[in-house]
Nanobody, 124 residues
Framework: QVQLIESGGGLVQVGGSLSLSCAASGRTVSRSAMGWFRQAQGKERESVAQINWDGTSTYYANSVEGRSTISRDNAKNTVTLQMNNLTPDDTAVYYC?????????????????WGQGTQVTVSS
């Protein structure tokens, strides 16, 4: 089993930045693709960014590409999502997820372990 705990959410002003962290415990995730997803109120959960097991390949949703960076530290079993130039459309609960696959996947169904989520609110 893998436990994932997200941190770093909160209230941010438009144009601001934040860094979300995900700490994994239990079974190592160093051979697992990791991802960040988000779910805004009344909407379906959607992909934000994914990274493969060794950090050499990443994927970003169009909505965050160019202003976000996903990275991982396998020695620390952590994954980080840095987001810049935030807009109200980024307001959502952000979830960290771990896949049983080593290469990143976009589909929610390809991720087995999920954190509880952290709220990000972007205010204007």
């Amino acid at each position: 089993q893998v436990q994932l705990i997200e941190s770093g959410g909160g209230l941010v002003q438009v144009g601001g930045s934040l860094s979300l962290s995900c700490a994994a415990s239990g079974r190592t995730v160093s051979r697992s693709a990791m991802g960040w997803f988000r779910q805004a109120q009344g909407k379906e959960r959607e992909s934000v960014a994914q990274i493969n097991w060794d950090g050499t390949s990443t994927y970003y949703a169009n909505s965050v590409e160019g202003r976000s960076t996903i990275s991982r530290d396998n020695a620390k079993n952590t994954v980080t999502l840095q987001m810049n130039n935030l807009t109200p459309d980024d307001t959502a609960v952000y979830y960290c997820a771990a896949s049983l696959y080593p290469t990143w996947r976009v589909s929610i169904t390809d991720y087995t372990y999920w954190g509880q989520g952290t709220q990000v609110t972007v205010s204007s």
